[in-house]
């Protein structure tokens, strides 16, 4: 069963895989601010390293922000559907 991007279990790891100037990627951080969700922000925009490991978890999909969970791949976009 794949995580719920809007529910993450407390203790998981949670990557998100951004561009500074998307507006999915700033939706994204608001509602995990707002919830109170700890995550770890990588620019894949602007570092070379950021993005090729953005690109092994998503096969090469170029859409963000990826939500990785628990250092599994989850989806790209944000919203319902996702979009990026």
Partial sequence: MKPDVEHVAH???LDLYISPDCPYC???IAYYDAAGTQYELHDAQNDRAQRKRMFDYTGGDPTVPAI???GAYVQ??????PRG
């Fill in 11 to 13: 203790g998981s790891k």
């Fill in 76 to 81: 790209s976009g944000w919203g319902s559907p």
């Fill in 68 to 70: 990785v969970i628990d």
């Fill in 26 to 28: 700033r939706a994204a």
